[in-house]
């Protein structure tokens, strides 16, 4: 039986947003275990499975970035100075951006345990890709969106394609003895790799067409032009509530409120008109509610813990400490490991 | 079940298809033969309205599908009638596994889900894909993609059934899998299935009735084949003989052979003289990650030596010809030309050396006209201008202004063979050059590889363009090579690669051989 996508990345968001309010080092690293023993475990044999890995990778480079960055533009300054680099004498109207200069121990440890909390929120939205197809969480939108999520499932596969056709137009100009590079190199590769792109996307719309994409049997064009105004007007609102939420935390929620209301009311009309349906449909069960609020757990308890541990000082540098009771509410996203085990 | 009436189909003020009148009855198999370009495709797309709705053009007269007449519905309208298949099936594909990809017409028609959980299911146990059902598509075998495009129609149930090319990218034995899987459909299910397929012999002995384009003709399997420009074997073999009726299966065939057995002589066989290698491979292994596609190889190509290497989708066949060439993955092995390896000279030089036609000719083209393309040759090679143009010439007319895009497919493969040829290599590789071709074209080709300098090694499931062209065949299964001999032991000593010809006369391997015996 398999699990709603949606509690996986439910449970992952939770993680990640755990992980956004902490930088002490010793509770990113148990989140980022906690996100890898469930992946080990719970995750099946299907092709995106291996991305994980590839979300790892990309963590680590983000890690090395971000220190690469402190060296050179600098940041947190502290007593402990490591080395100086030479410094890049700039105008004053950049004052407060320097280039080189003094490199400390306490402003790498800083950036160290930035990166680290980029590196695990990567991680957990790795760890989502690999347990969760991300194209089966689109396929639970609401039916209103229908035609927007098939289409994206299908934009999502372009990426990969252009990859594949570009390596065997590049394979065949071996063939051919052209070694150009440069302008020329790309002029070469582009006009068959998107020559072959256009033509397979014109043979997937009309296979798209003739299965049926896009019907409309019966449905008066009056009808369709309401559907698609509310589903809009709805996603519209939804989104302007979001900005407003993040833009002031306060003023944003009645106009989120609004914003919902009007989406829910879209889509729900809009569902009612539209004459398709779902094949297996991913259900939301008991075991889904589990996996999901286990992830949410962690998230809630550390947004609310005022525990001073969680953001260990570095000027100056300090070991960092263990809190105890985020660790423990961390500890409850390993609860899909049992759950799964069972199902 | 499908009517056209006086339709002529006009792209850009060029007609396609004029004044075609035809009536298809229920539950009938019809077979659409012509030669490339005679607008087969635009037949079958305009079945189910995809021309002129999806393509463009201008459709004077009518087309009527059970009874709906597609001016005025879509192709999406049409889908609960008309279940469509393309050429490519792989390009067509809109979930990645079987089970989605399957229940995807029927979430478009707005079928509850108890129906689509049966319907699927009866659609897996009718095309044999009950243990693929959760695997993704990308990783199944061209055979099992083709029955998976074809079941992902045939879930909305629909009264017709449109098949373009079904078998063409397919080995034998996949190609009969899926001939077997639309017969069931015809006549356990009565349904009305539309076939173009220029590999006719494999699929004319199932058809109950063929069209002719571009006239228009449609009537008994046998005589429109006798009257068409394209035939299988069995068939120009019948008229040589002057058998009548006119058989289209080896089966009715071999009713009519005793006599013809007995008039033909033993066939002469010539030992192949020994000939010098110009290639030498030992031990070529390639894996990629885990799979082993090519397990330790060893091969010799003599000079003007014309080879062919058989064998199921998978079974290694481009990866050795890849590997051999040298620009593609080699994981151990040797391989020498004239006591170089290819791999060890630059690009340039290599494909001087041997030359590789891919899967996809039309990779190598990235020009705007074949003038533009011939002088790009020329210069790679560092030919006198001119050079590739001859070549080209020399191997089929194609206009020099054109864009390569707009050839036929054989007139494509002729560039590509000419851009490739200009280089005058020692060896030819060839993968799969005659899928998109009618049976002059294949003719053609054969007579211009027969007349080549060099040596040529061609991957292909063409049963029928190995007994007319090559000398000696390699089977491949597995990454091995199972099979090395003169081509006519080794085909007819297998019931999967053998000719129709062979079938109906044992020994014997084309028409041409044998008429030239009688």
Redesign the interface.
């Known amino acids: 039986m398999r699990l709603h996508s949606g509690a996986w990345w439910l449970w992952a968001l939770g993680l990640a947003t755990a992980a956004s309010r902490t930088t002490n080092p010793l509770m990113l690293g148990l989140i980022l275990a906690v996100a890898g023993v469930v992946v080990v475990t719970c995750r099946a044999t299907?092709?995106w499975a291996g991305t994980y890995g590839v979300f790892l990778k990309f963590g680590l480079l983000v890690i090395a970035l971000r220190v690469l960055l402190h060296v050179f533009l600098g940041g947190v300054a502290g007593p402990t100075t490591l080395f100086t680099l030479p410094q890049a004498p700039l105008p004053h109207w950049a004052q407060g951006i320097r280039i080189g200069g003094p490199v400390t121990a306490e402003g790498l440890v800083f950036a160290l345990y930035q990166g680290l909390l980029l590196a695990t929120i990567l991680s957990c939205v790795g760890a989502a890709n690999a347990l969760a197809?991300p194209?089966r969480l689109l396929r639970s939108l609401p039916a209103a969106l229908y035609e927007v999520s098939?289409a994206v499932?299908?934009a999502l596969?372009v990426a990969p394609q252009l990859v594949a056709s570009a390596r065997?137009?590049r394979?065949?100009?071996?063939?051919?003895?052209?070694?150009a590079r440069g302008a020329r190199a790309i002029?070469?590769m582009l006009?068959?790799v998107l020559?072959d792109a256009l033509e397979?996307s014109l043979?997937?719309?009309?296979?798209?067409?003739?299965?049926?994409?896009?019907?409309?049997?019966g449905i008066s064009k009056r009808d369709r032009v309401l559907t698609g105004a509310l589903v809009l007007a709805g996603l519209f609102g939804f989104c302007i509530g979001m900005y407003g939420l993040l833009a002031d935390a306060y003023s944003g929620w009645p106009l989120l409120v609004v914003g919902a209301v009007l989406a829910i009311a879209g889509l729900r009309v809009g569902a009612r008109r539209v004459?398709?349906?779902?094949?297996?449909?991913d259900r939301w069960t008991v075991k889904a509610a589990g996996v999901a609020l286990s992830g949410i757990a962690g998230a809630v308890v550390l947004v609310f813990s005022g525990d001073p541990a969680l953001s260990p000082t570095t000027v100056p540098l300090q070991a960092p400490e263990f809190p105890v009771l985020p660790a423990l509410a961390v500890l409850v996203a390993l609860l899909p490991v049992v759950i799964v085990r069972e199902a | 079940m499908i009517r056209f009436e006086d339709v002529t189909i006009t792209y850009a003020e060029r007609p396609v298809l004029a004044d075609i009148s035809v009536e298809i009855p229920e539950g009938e198999l019809c077979l659409v033969v012509g030669r490339t370009g005679s607008g087969k495709s635009t037949f079958l797309?305009a079945i189910?309205g995809?021309v002129p709705?999806?393509s463009g053009g201008t459709l004077a007269g009518r087309v009527l599908v059970d009874g709906r007449d597609t001016a005025r519905f879509?192709?999406?309208?049409?889908?609960?009638v008309?279940?469509?298949v393309?050429q490519?099936p792989v390009?067509?594909?809109?979930?990645?596994n079987v089970?989605?990809e399957l229940?995807?017409?029927?979430?478009?028609?707005?079928?509850?889900?108890d129906v689509?959980?049966k319907r699927?299911e009866e659609t897996l146990d009718l095309l044999g894909l009950a243990q693929l059902r959760d695997r993704?598509l990308?990783?199944l075998s061209g055979g099992q993609q083709q029955r998976v495009a074809i079941g992902?129609?045939l879930t909305?149930h629909p009264r017709v059934l449109v098949l373009d090319e079904p078998t063409s990218a397919l080995d034998p034995g996949a190609a009969e899998d899926v001939l077997a899987a639309v017969q069931r459909l015809v006549h356990d299910l009565g349904m009305t299935v539309v076939i173009a397929e220029h590999r006719l012999e494999r699929v004319a002995q199932y058809a109950d009735r063929a069209l002719l384009l571009p006239q228009g003709e449609i009537g008994e399997v046998g005589e429109i084949l006798a009257a068409a420009p394209v035939a299988p074997p069995v068939v120009r073999l019948a008229q040589v003989a002057g058998w009548s009726p006119v058989p289209v299966s080896v089966r009715d065939a071999r009713r009519h052979a005793t006599s013809l057995r007995e008039r033909l002589p033993e066939p002469a066989t010539t030992m192949p003289a020994p000939v010098e290698p110009v290639l030498e491979a030992r031990d070529i292994v390639v894996k990629y990650g885990d799979v082993r596609a090519v397990q330790g190889v060893s091969l010799d190509i003599g000079a003007g030596e014309r080879v062919a290497v058989m064998g199921r989708n998978g079974s290694g066949k481009s990866s050795l010809l890849?590997a051999v060439?040298g620009?593609?993955k080699r994981t151990s092995g040797t391989v020498s030309v004239g006591g170089t390896d290819p791999r060890a000279l630059?690009?340039?030089?290599?494909?001087?050396t041997v030359?590789?036609?891919?899967q996809?000719p039309?990779?190598?083209?990235?020009l705007e006209t074949v003038a533009e393309e011939c002088a790009q040759?020329d210069a790679?090679?560092g030919q006198p201008a001119g050079t590739c143009r001859k070549v080209l010439e020399g191997l089929a007319s194609v206009p020099q202004d054109t864009h390569p895009?707009d050839l036929s497919e054989g007139q494509r493969l002729a560039l590509v063979l000419a851009?490739?040829l200009t280089?005058a290599p020692d060896v030819l590789l060839l993968d799969e050059p005659t899928r998109g071709l009618d049976y002059p074209a294949k003719e053609a080709l054969a007579s211009l590889l027969k007349n080549l300098g060099s040596a040529v090694v061609l991957a292909t499931h063409d049963v029928e363009f190995v007994a007319e062209y090559a000398t000696r065949v390699i089977v491949m299964a597995e990454g091995e090579v199972v099979a090395d001999g003169p081509a006519r032991e080794v085909v007819t000593s297998s019931p999967i690669f053998a000719p129709q010809v062979s079938k109906i006369l044992g020994p014997w391997l084309t028409v041409a051989d044998v008429e030239a015996a009688l």
């Open positions: 299907t092709p197809n194209k098939v499932v299908v596969t065997s137009v394979r065949a100009r071996q063939l051919r003895g052209d070694t002029r070469t006009v068959p020559e397979r043979v997937l719309a009309a296979s798209m067409d003739s299965r049926g994409y896009g019907r409309t049997a004459p398709r349906t779902r094949y297996r449909p | 797309r189910n995809l709705h999806f879509p192709p999406r309208e049409l889908a609960d008309v279940g469509f393309g490519d390009a067509g594909f809109v979930a990645d089970e989605d229940a995807y017409s029927m979430e478009s028609l707005g079928l509850p889900g689509m959980r699927v993704p990308a990783t992902a129609a909305a890849w060439q620009s593609g630059k690009p340039a030089e290599r494909r001087r030359a590789l036609v891919p996809q039309s990779d190598l083209l990235y040759a790679e090679t895009r851009v490739m280089g």
